[in-house]
């Protein structure tokens, strides 16, 4: 409880230090007179360097997350689904058992036994995870897919079924010693306690689709929203992907991003620095030795948030908690560290003369904080107080890739 802030504006403090390899600390009490402003000096580019590494687990937020009973399914997916469910490659997986026998290919507990000695291949693991959530998907697709209306019942079943494969993970974790191998999961640099999964994001109400409303988890929009919200924070926090990004695994970050603003129509309460912290682990998805060239884990601005959601009008209410000082330097630190990296390559390096057809695609309504065309709002930024020099580079910079985009005919 001490890691639940009164105000998103508190974690601020926390993220200007939050770097990886800290030593842990129980956040400092913070009196009701802080004040952001103090804190403008350092507000720095470094902070938001797509090559940096910002340790979420460091920074306290003001979302109390589920407690451990909200971890725990309401109803057994046998209960639920009945003999489908043990019949299923999705229950399967877990233990390999139906109706006291074993059948076909090894489960994860029987492949995941040798994980206990020190020195096993624990990246083995990463396809057998990614294969049960399919596995999941699959199963709960037979159920829900296509289905124009929703019921109470229904939400319950399928929502303590991600629910069941959740606590199931955490089982795993523990009871193999997982939990603590982030180095041999991703390298030295990795954050030491991390998951090698995406199953506290396919947890949440939203990616099973589950409607606001009535008929959502809990009975209420804010209450489906709040727990979408939860799992994806998380997620965050337990596996973020430490550099190893693979198109859209383990995070879909424009995604998740864009549900920042369904749980704030929900409850009017803006979260500018849990926002900044999504935006920063984002923009840290991907491995800082890949360029462009490598479209599935290099560096693609166009495939992520960019800094034009500080000046985009719809994201303004997430950051009027903030004091103008401090929203004038975020928005100058983070588009400083975007155009340091996106710098580091040359424009050919971006759009080669074959022009390569990429499944990535943002949604439309997100247009106005993603697609790398970040000097079109080069005079938003002006507006927003950024250096005159600094936003000259941007538009330099847009200049010469719109040039080459022309003469390439890229669309």
């Known amino acids: 409880m001490g890691w639940v802030l009164e105000r998103d504006t508190d974690a601020l403090p926390y993220l200007l230090k939050a770097t990886s390899g800290q030593a842990d600390a129980a956040p400092l009490a913070i009196a009701s007179t802080f004040d952001v402003r103090q804190f403008v000096t350092q507000i720095k580019p470094d902070i938001f360097h797509p090559d940096g590494n910002v340790n979420p687990r460091e920074i306290p937020i003001a979302l109390q997350l589920p407690d451990w009973n909200q971890w725990l399914p309401r109803v057994h997916?046998?209960?639920?689904w009945g003999p489908s469910f043990a019949r299923s490659e999705f229950a399967k997986l877990y233990d390999g058992w139906d109706g006291g026998r074993r059948k076909g290919k090894p489960s994860l507990?029987?492949?995941?036994?040798?994980?206990?000695?020190?020195?096993?291949?624990?990246?083995?693991?990463?396809?057998?995870?990614?294969?049960?959530?399919?596995?999941?998907?699959a199963f709960l697709g037979r159920f829900v897919k296509g289905r124009a209306e929703w019921s109470a019942e229904l939400t319950d079943k399928v929502y303590s079924t991600q629910l069941w494969q959740?606590?199931?993970?955490?089982?795993?974790?523990?009871?193999?010693?997982?939990?603590?191998?982030?180095?041999?999961?991703?390298?030295?640099?990795?954050?030491s306690r991390t998951?090698?999964?995406?199953?506290?994001?396919d947890t949440a109400p939203a990616a099973a689709h589950i409607p606001d409303g009535p008929t959502g988890v809990g009975g209420s929009a804010l209450t489906n929203q709040y727990l979408s919200a939860s799992w994806y924070e998380l997620q965050i926090i337990l596996n973020r992907g430490n550099h190893r990004h693979r198109d859209r695994t383990p995070i879909d970050w424009l995604y998740l991003i864009g549900q920042f603003r369904e749980l704030y129509h929900q409850s009017h309460f803006p979260e500018p620095v849990r926002l900044l912290v999504a935006v920063t682990k984002g923009l840290q998805s991907t491995d800082p030795g890949l360029g462009?060239?490598?479209y599935r884990e290099g560096w693609r601005p166009e495939q992520n948030v960019d800094p034009r959601i500080m000046v985009s009008p719809g994201w303004a209410p997430f950051f009027k908690p903030l004091p103008v000082e401090a929203r004038r330097a975020l928005t100058e630190a983070l588009l400083a560290a975007w155009l340091h990296k996106t710098l580091q390559y040359s424009v050919a390096?971006?759009?080669?003369?074959?022009?390569?057809?990429?499944s990535y695609t943002g949604r439309y309504a997100y247009t106005d904080i993603t697609g790398g065309k970040v000097w079109e709002a080069a005079q938003r930024f002006r507006a927003a107080?950024?250096?005159?020099?600094?936003?000259?580079?941007l538009q330099n910079w847009g200049l010469a890739y719109t040039?080459?985009?022309?003469?390439?005919?890229?669309?």
């Open 109 to 137: 507990r029987t492949l995941l036994t040798p994980a206990q000695a020190a020195d096993w291949n624990v990246r083995a693991i990463f396809p057998l995870f990614a294969r049960w959530s399919q596995a999941r998907r």
């Open 349 to 358: 390096e971006y759009l080669p003369l074959v022009s390569v057809r990429h």
């Open 403 to 411: 040039d080459r985009a022309a003469r390439l005919q890229y669309d």
């Open 166 to 191: 959740l606590a199931k993970t955490w089982e795993m974790m523990q009871e193999f010693g997982l939990e603590t191998r982030g180095a041999d999961l991703y390298g030295e640099a990795a954050e």
């Open 292 to 294: 462009p060239d490598d």
């Open 195 to 201: 998951w090698c999964s995406t199953t506290l994001a």
């Open 385 to 393: 107080g950024v250096s005159d020099d600094l936003v000259e580079r």
């Open 77 to 80: 997916p046998k209960d639920a």
